[in-house]
């Protein structure tokens, strides 16, 4: 193992725990599986575990396989498939296999089988209703069903009939024989087959029986070798369940299962049940609009892989519930793009600047990133007519705070010169048209005897400036929890989550590639769209924390 191995989480103490006790001889043994379900796109909250289960594969020098639990034929689809295993390589990480539940169809039966055989399941034809009603709850124990007693010739023989699509759906059902009384409710007979006569994305109509998930994941995961079964904390009350089917299903080296608290995260919606609403309704463009906290949505909207892999660091991996602000998020990207993106100017609110004593056009050459050289140059063009963004000019403030341009006052413009606004034009509703100014001559990249330039704002020359529209994106939602409030999560769409600005952007951002990510000086990051034609550009997230404001 690397000696740079990062032991910051229980789940791996617990492994190098295994791993010095012999359990496991060496780090290579360790092997993790990522399993989605290919019901939908992944969100943030599947990085979490993407991270983790991929993270300690590559960590040890195991193996993490990708598994697709494609048990329910009703709601998978393909291209659920194809963009599961888009994100994962997006975030960096290869999976060792890539499995399907659907795979196992035929060892899944043949374990059923055996459970039948050796007297621990059996079919039942109560109906639904019926074996919740027999369930019994919390405070009192379950009935047997009148079907229990079944002999293992008659299970057989009904099992095999069920596979052999002489049954309805819902007419029969495969159970465990475990204990009505138990006070675990999972271990109440719960059921393992079902009957779905429906096609299925990867065995057609091969199969008219469908495993029950706890049953097919933990054979899953057996079959498959994993040591380590990392799961998020709804499932911890399933362990036992999770436990007696590798038992009784002849597994020699039994996988162990590990719960951890799944990724609530504030202003955004983990649950691909609800994000599916909001595409099938139209609420947003697609998976991939760039306000979903999807995995597609955040690398669409210009979120570099690194930041999510900071995130999911800092957040950490515990089994205590959690609600992280979107704030930490949105920090974790300005961490990561501060150091890698590099600086453009792009007026997002453009008005004129005139410069009365400047004629020429100059071709200025300035620094890609201001602490890191390696980054390069680009040039930047500088001349009489310029674009300054409307809040960076004032007729006149008292706001000692104002830092920008004051009518008869200096200001920077960006890598270039000061220069003095000495004038301007306005339509006859007194909105401000034009600024007229002056360069101070002799302060290109320094600064002029007695003139005082207090703030630096940015600019792109008139000319040269190339059109883009600029798709500013807040919140989508209005509360931190839309799913915990009263109605539905459409009550909370918050309608300013996207403003669109018809920019004037320098002309280096002409080949920008899409989704890298670029600072935008004084206004944020901004990556250009990968589905839009022309200069489209989506804010990443903004310089500061303005949220709230
Ligand atoms: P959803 O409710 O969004 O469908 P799920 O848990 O049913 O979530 P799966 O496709 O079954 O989705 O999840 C694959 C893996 O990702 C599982 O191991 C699951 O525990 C994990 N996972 C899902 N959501 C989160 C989350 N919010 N935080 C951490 N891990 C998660
Ligand atoms: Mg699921």
Known sequence: MSEEVIRTNFIRQIIDNDLSTGKYKSPSDV????????????????????????GIARDYQGKCNLRFDDTNPCKEEQEFVSAIKADVEWLGFEWNEECYASDYFQRFYECAVLLIKKGLAYVDDSTAEEIRAMRGSLTEAGQNSPYRARSIEENLALFERMKNGEFGDGEKILRA????ASPNMNLRDPALYRIRHVEHHQTGNEWCIYPMYDFAHALGDAFEGITHSICTLEFEDHRPLYDWCVEHCGIEQKPHQYEF??????????????????????TVTGWDDPRMPTISGLRRRGCPPEALHLFCERIGVTKSENSIEMEQFDQCMRDVLDDKASRRMAVLDPILVTLTNFDERVELELPNHPKNEDAGKRIVPFAKALYIDRNDFVLSTEDKKFKRLILGNYVRLRGAYIIKATDYKADNDGNITEVIAEIVPDTLGKNAEGIKAKGVIHWVAAKDAVDAQVNCYERLFTVPHPDREEGEIFDYINPDSLTIKQAKVEPALLDAPAEVAYQFEREGYFARDRKEDGLVFNRVVTLKDSFGK
């Not at 608290?261 to 139209?282: C, D, N």
């Open 31 to 54: 092997h993790t599986r990522f399993p989605p379900e290919p019901n939908g796109y992944l969100h943030i909250g599947h990085a979490k575990s993407i991270c983790l289960n991929f």
């Open 177 to 180: 024989k475990i204990d009505m």
């Open 261 to 282: 608290s799944r990724l609530s995260l504030q202003y955004a919606i983990t649950s691909k049940r609800k994000l599916t609403q909001l595409v099938t309704s139209g």
